[in-house]
């Protein structure tokens, strides 16, 4: 069985920084892209960050560019979100999901909340 | 960026009534159109996939078309179950992105 789990989030004051988890299990993680989304409280989904399976690639939506920063390490299964000079609005849930190579978000966590607020 | 302008952004229908939705994209996105349902509290789910294939595991009310640059979900007789929030996503080029999603409650 495919699972994503999340983990990291929590409450930090604007500048402050925040690294995201999300550990993989039930598929050959190193063969698939992997994504994080995030969902304002109350809002709509945004795509935040994808990396391919070798972390050849890699891309950030404006929103959040030189600010975070995705990783992944294969041999632990495990996707990163380093998040630094964090600011009120993005406050939200952050998803990790899979991508089978045509941007379709087939398997997701359960989400990790993030608050900034002072 | 690729503009996803979904209609209506809330629609109210009885238990099998024929529910659609639909997502216009900015551009060509050559089916590169992608459907989720998302309950509350809970991670969205993969419905549709190159805006007509039907994920595994999902009920075959659900279906999806296009034409153009403008693409329909379709659920053929709404059931209480699909009380949710329906977003469509483009994978054509990054960045990615959402419609600002439908909710669908049952009347």
């Known amino acids: 069985e495919v699972q994503l789990v999340e983990s990291g989030g929590g409450l930090v004051k604007p500048g402050g920084s925040l690294r995201l988890s999300c550990a993989a299990s039930g598929f050959t993680f190193s063969d698939y892209t992997m994504n994080w989304v995030r969902q304002a409280p109350g809002k709509g989904l945004e795509w935040v960050s994808s990396?391919?399976?070798?972390?050849?690639?890699?891309h950030y939506a404006d929103s959040v560019k030189g600010r975070l920063t995705i990783s992944r390490d294969n041999a632990k299964n495990s996707l990163y979100l380093q998040m630094k000079s964090l600011r009120a609005d993005d406050t939200a849930v952050y998803y990790c999901a899979s991508d089978r190579g045509y941007a379709d978000f087939e398997n997701w966590g359960l989400g990790t909340l993030v608050t900034v607020s002072s | 960026d690729i503009q996803m302008t979904q209609s209506p952004s809330s629609l109210s229908a009885s238990v099998g009534e024929r529910v659609t939705i639909t997502c216009r994209a900015s551009?060509?996105?050559?089916?590169?159109l992608n459907w989720y349902q998302q309950k509350p509290g809970k991670a969205p789910n993969l419905l549709i996939y190159t805006a007509s294939s039907l994920q595994s595991g999902v009920p075959s009310r659900f279906s999806g078309s296009e034409s153009g640059t403008d693409f329909t979900l379709t659920i053929s007789s709404l059931q209480p179950e699909d009380c949710a929030t329906y977003y469509c996503?483009?994978?054509?080029?990054?960045?990615?992105?959402f419609g600002q999603g439908t909710k669908v409650e049952i009347k």
């Open positions: 551009q060509s996105i050559n089916s590169y």
């Open positions: 990396i391919t399976g070798s972390s050849s690639y890699k």
């Open positions: 996503q483009q994978g054509h080029s990054y960045p990615w992105t």
